[in-house]
């Protein structure tokens, strides 16, 4: 089944506390991304990769690493979490010839205390 | 930043009714614009990926209009049904970089 996967679903941590939010996708999809969900705003972009090595920052990139070292895995890296990246995390996934349809994770909810 | 813009924010209408939203983009640089179903709990799933000035996209009861010259989008859903029930998101893509609008709710009563 084509699926992306992200893991955890659900984490609570500390400020400060390192963490790692995995994504994993068995479409072979060049393009991954990261996405942030907040009440009142639409998805907003944290980072992308175009293909293995390659990445650029989205709109909200602060506070984040990613890295691309694999194409089928694109995680997420909080490297000292605060309380305002508390939020619903998605990952997604498409390829890069028009049209292409994106494809998204299951979400991940972090609170940061 | 971009700026794309949905609109209503909330709809509630009933079941058997037909109902639409716009999705306003800039005009320039066009690339791709894309619809998203977003159910709650549940993540984004994706309607319509759109590329041509007066594309126009069918799925059912659910269809799309586009207009890159003056920067929008329609999305329609002819007699609603309860299971239509979700937000409804568009995405404009350029340069590598999705940018959303922040969706219309819709609520379909039975």
Known sequence: E???????RYLITVTGKKLTVT??????????????????????????????????????PEGYKVSRKEKRNFPLILESPSPNQTSLYF???KGVFQPDTQYFGPGTRLTVL | ILNVEQSPQSLH????????????FP??????????????????????VMTLNGDEKKKGRISATLNTKEGYSYLY?????????ATYLCAFY?????????????????
């Not at chain 1, 084509?2 to 955890?8: D, G, K, L």
């Not at chain 1, 639409?42 to 293995?52: F, K, P, T």
């Not at chain 2, 350029?94 to 039975?110: A, D």
């Open chain 1, 2 to 8: 084509a699926q992306v996967t992200q893991n955890p």
């Open chain 1, 23 to 60: 994504c994993s996708q068995n479409m072979n999809h060049e393009y991954m991304s990261w996405y942030r969900q907040d009440p009142g705003l639409g998805l907003r972009q944290i980072y992308y990769s175009m293909n293995v090595e390659v990445t650029d920052k989205g709109d909200v």
């Open chain 1, 91 to 93: 990952c997604a996934s």
């Open chain 2, 13 to 24: 209408v009933q079941e058997g009714d037909s109902t639409n939203f716009t999705c306003s």
């Open chain 2, 27 to 48: 005009s320039s640089n066009f690339y791709a614009l894309h619809w998203y179903r977003w159910e709650t709990a549940k993540s984004p799933e994706a309607l319509f």
């Open chain 2, 77 to 85: 859903i002819k007699g609603s049904q309860p299971e239509d029930s």
């Open chain 2, 94 to 110: 350029n340069f590598n970089k999705f940018y959303f609008g922040s969706g219309t709710k819709l609520n379909v009563k039975p």
